[in-house]
Nanobody, 118 residues
Framework: QVQLVESGGGEVQPGGSLRLSCAASGIIFVLDSSWYRQAPGKQRELVARITSSGSTDYADSVKGRFTISRDNAKRTVYLQMNSLKPDDTAVYSC?????????????WGQGTQVTVSS
């Protein structure tokens, strides 16, 4: 059974930092992993992605502030968020695209709330 479990969300003041974690189980062949976020009243947006080869991609709004990384041994993907702004407030969800016998399949975590407020 595939499971993605996120942790690390919370409330922080502007300029602060948080690190989100997404621990995966039950997935053998990972194609890529991503972090998305959705703020109230807004569409979900891609924040960062890391491929199986280690290439990364970021939304323009977080470039230079956020870093996505992974620990293959722990099957965990991280999102280090620095210099947080109130506009970063959202529910953050991780997603992993895995290769299966049925083709690529996207799996999602339950989401974790990040609130940036003074």
């Amino acid at each position: 059974q595939v499971q993605l479990v996120e942790s690390g969300g919370g409330e922080v003041q502007p300029g602060g930092s948080l690190r989100l974690s997404c621990a995966a189980s039950g997935i053998i062949f990972v194609l890529d992993s991503s972090w998305y976020r959705q703020a109230p009243g807004k569409q979900r947006e891609l924040v960062a992605r890391i491929t199986s080869s280690g290439s990364t991609d970021y939304a323009d709004s977080v470039k230079g502030r956020f870093t996505i990384s992974r620990d293959n041994a722990k099957r965990t993907v991280y999102l280090q968020m620095n210099s947080l702004k109130p506009d970063d407030t959202a529910v953050y969800s991780c997603s992993t695209r895995a290769a299966t016998g049925y083709g690529p399949v996207n799996y999602w975590g339950q989401g974790t709330q990040v609130t940036v407020s003074s």
